[in-house]
């Protein structure tokens, strides 16, 4: 059986040539799609997940990390009474204006905390010192930022919301989801620098418990003693700030589009090429059934043909996907396909291509065996 059903494939090489396409480039479609849809929502939440913050107080229905909103900042000492709290500090999340040296404007969203070393802000440098941040108008930017703010390096000077500051490093990692550069500068500096809305105010408090505190009944007091701010965990906020990106850009929706129509064009590119194979073969089948072959018989045949498929292709694709890798990384997007998304779409590839035999099957199901005696 094994040996027939790889003749009737291989047939016509050209067809299953197409047939294998097909499903590689689905299976690019799906990977990719998917890949870039994990991507974007890790941008949202890099941050989140980076700080070692168990809980994030913020003001009221804030929809997400970047969209912050001012509260009275002594509010936290509120919260550092709290039996079990063993570290909690300001942060400020605030928009400001970068002017380049073309003269055009473009935004950043600066973080800025009293203790970036406690809260491992940046967690990864690429040049500088973090403390050298103390030392007068200084900021830190990531590296990714070249791509909107155009090359700049530590000991650059740019004007930033009219104030003259100076690059201290460059960050790596720290990303937004709408690619906006992300900066770091002194908790005060920031306050100072938009003090309509931040004298005197924050937009979060990051909380670290003591080992072993029952972080739930924490949170309860925390939300207790601030009624009009809400409290999340460090996944509860991430999670928000997610699903903000995923209902409001339309991204969940265009990825489920997306692997809708590449799982079309697979199934419409196997079940044409296998239809049209077995009926150029019909008489083939016809023997099968002369010779005493059942209708399992048969679909095991084509059964396996849809399995050869559906590997080759699978392999291709997830080949051709690895491979645009560095090139999707080269525009400033990142593919992220954790394991089980690979198993997910190699099991998904492998139904797909069955359920496209299946269209075959039902031709050659109620097959009269003396069709292989007529000429």
Sequence with gaps: M????????LHDRLRFVITVSGVAFAVNLILSQVGLFFGLLSNSSVIVRNIPAELWVTSKNTPNVDFAQAFPESYVNRVRSIPG??????????????TLPDGATEGTVTYAVEDFEAWHLPWKLESGDIRDRRRGNFMFTDASAVRRIGPFQTGDYRQVSGVRMRYAGRSLGA????????SFLDYR?????NSNLLEGNTTYI????????????IKSEIQRRLPHNDVYTREEWAKRSDAYW???????????ITVFLGILVGVVIVAQTLYTSTMEHIKEFGTVKAIGGSNADIYRILGRQAVVAAVIGFTIGALLTLAMKPGVSAIGLRLILPAPVWMTVGLGTLLMCLLSAGVS???????????????
């Design 189 to 193: 500096l920031a306050q100072r620098m």
């Design 206 to 217: 990051l909380v670290k418990t003591e080992p072993g505190a029952d972080l739930k009944a």
């Design 85 to 98: 709290v063993q570290r909690a500090d300001n942060l400020i999340v605030t928009f400001l204006n970068i």
């Design 175 to 182: 990303t937004s989801f709408t690619t906006t550069p992300v």
């Design 2 to 9: 094994v040996d027939l059903a790889l003749r009737m494939l």
């Design 246 to 256: 995923i209902k409001n850009t339309g991204i969940g929706l265009n990825a489920y």
């Design 361 to 375: 099957f039902r031709k050659v199901a109620n097959i009269d065996p003396g069709l292989v005696f007529r000429s």
